[in-house]
């Protein structure tokens, strides 16, 4: 789709807009890809294909940006209007004014043109809880938050109930966290086998078992340096989190030895929730379960995306849905009582039925959080490149809606959302948690209440304070971590730099 930009009216360099102009278009047309071409538009455009032309114009007391969008020999003209003195704002202000204004008009055109609308509406981005979190902090009821969302964004009202449910839990997440705590995240970035749906820096165990020691060794490096650093800064650890891939994906003693060095140099002393994902069936022992209850683990996660055999085949795992139930049991065995399990709503050759059976079938082991993802097809994953026959959205929606009576019915509380873009419908990833078991670390990490600081391949740690955020990347793969680790621990004294500055 051509985006085309009346440059003489618009405030700051047209190519600041592009990025609000692509994500409504990946809302409203998810098959196009945006082109910018040279020049004003043609004054005709009926053989130019799919375009849209922004336009800013600015009257004595009204300014309006309209977008005309030209779409399968059609064409719908939308308009967003605001009072002309907000162009006379700090540049700043100008800015946002006009980007939204350039996305509601685009979005009135586009669903004019489609005769329908997003059930997020004219909403895009990745965190649509921050909205009513803000406006519940500034001193809104739960209630003129969610009108809010439908009025301005168009969002559809249990859509906009979900955000205002979840911002509940980010409000009182944010009033509980204290100046001077962060979170930490430690990454291992390897799996038995790599599902379909991937894209995550992770690789396959089986092709890199020489890699994983080494990996290991590397993470107790940065561990010591990241304890030194945080202690040094005043700084203590609120919410701890080991993800990957896999973590699980390590022995026993593997494990062990990186808990034990976790516990001896990081400040964990007012740390108040500790989690390991054990994710794959296939990696689930009594041995490493025991091993991480001896090291203060209290929540873990088993995770099936699906309970249906010929679909756990289709994205390429190799265990079955008994595997699951009898790591489940296992781990409830072990003395676990904190247990997420995450879904996956829109696999290949899932349908609303298997879909329905595989959440009833979570819901009979009674875990404490339940995560329903959508489908997102990322680049790099065997989805994305090969393709597939997938779920269409409107049975996707159907999949999601359904979760959401269904955990309700069940107890559970939506506690943290958030979205991707090409997720399949413009849907969304949502958290349940029944009440007293949402995990912190989620809320904190979505929202970017403060700190959380990354170790391992991969990891992207976001500095936050004072409305400010640093970001300080690690390499993405494993063996370039290994052979850059120097320099990913005398990045670590930035963390001090930024607080103590």
């Known amino acids: ?57 600015r009257g004595e007391k009204q300014a309006s940006v309209s977008a005309l969008v030209f779409h399968n020999q059609e064409r719908f003209d939308g308009v967003r209007r605001f009072p002309s ?32 609308e997003p059930p997020w509406g004219a909403l895009t981005g990745v965190r649509p809880v921050k909205l009513p ?81 080494p990996y290991v060794e590397g993470l107790l490096r940065e561990v010591a340096e990241t304890g030194r650093v945080l202690r040094e800064a005043g700084l203590t650890i609120r919410s701890f989190y080991m993800g990957g891939g896999t973590p699980t994906t390590l022995s026993a003693g593997q494990m062990d030895r990186l808990l034990t060095q976790c516990e001896e140099c990081l400040p964990l002393e007012g740390c108040t929730e500790y989690t390991v994902e054990a994710g794959r069936p296939d990696t689930i ?11 203060r683990i209290g929540r873990i996660s088993v995770n099936p995306q699906t309970l249906e055999d010929h679909v756990l085949e289709a994205i390429g795992r190799k265990h079955s849905a008994g595997d699951i139930r009898e790591a489940c049991g296992l781990a409830r065995d072990v003395g676990f009582d904190c247990i997420n399990m995450d879904l996956i709503a829109g696999l290949p050759r899932d349908t609303f039925d298997g879909f329905r059976r595989s959440l009833e079938g979570v819901l009979a082991m009674d875990p404490e959080n339940v995560t ?33 009576q269904i955990l309700t019915t069940n107890g559970y509380i939506p506690y943290y959302l958030y979205r991707q873009k090409y997720m399949s419908g413009s849907l969304e990833n949502v958290g349940w948690a029944r009440p007293g078991a949402e995990s912190l670390y989620n809320i904190v990490m979505m929202e970017e209440l403060h700190t959380v600081v990354s170790l391992g391949a991969g990891g992207v740690t976001k500095l936050i304070r004072d409305g400010t955020i640093l970001r300080l990347t690690n390499p993405k793969y494993p063996h370039d971590y290994l052979s850059g680790l120097d320099k990913v621990l005398g990045q670590k004294q930035d963390i001090k730099t930024f607080y103590t500055r």
């Open 372 to 404: 329903v993802h959508t489908l997102a097809l990322k680049k790099g994953s065997t989805l994305m490149e090969r393709g597939g026959a997938l779920p269409g959205g409107e049975e996707v929606a159907r999949m999601l809606d359904w979760s959401r």
């Open 285 to 295: 022992t009594r041995e490493k379960l025991a091993v991480l209850k001896a090291h």
């Open 85 to 116: 003195e907000e162009l006379d704002q700090p540049p700043e202000e100008v800015y946002h004014t006009v980007q939204h204004a350039l996305k509601l008009a685009f979005y009135k055109a586009g669903t004019a043109l489609l005769g329908h």
């Open 133 to 213: 979190t803000r406006s519940m902090l500034a001193g809104s009821t739960p209630k003129q938050a969610q009108k809010e969302l439908e009025k301005e964004y168009f969002v559809s009202p249990d859509r906009a109930k979900l955000a205002v449910d979840c911002a509940r839990a980010s409000v009182e997440a944010q009033r509980s966290l204290k100046e001077g705590e962060v979170s930490l995240y430690v990454g291992i970035p390897f799996c038995p086998t790599r599902c379909a749906y991937c894209s995550f820096v992770s690789a396959d165990v089986g092709r890199t078992l020489k890699l994983v020691e």
């Open 1 to 57: 789709m051509k985006l085309y930009f009346e440059t003489s009216n618009f405030p700051w360099s047209p190519e600041r807009y592009h990025y609000a102009a692509e994500q409504m278009m990946l809302t409203l047309f998810p098959g196009e890809r945006p082109e910018y071409p040279e020049g004003p538009p043609p004054e005709v455009l009926s053989g130019e294909g799919n375009a849209v032309i922004f336009t800013l114009r």
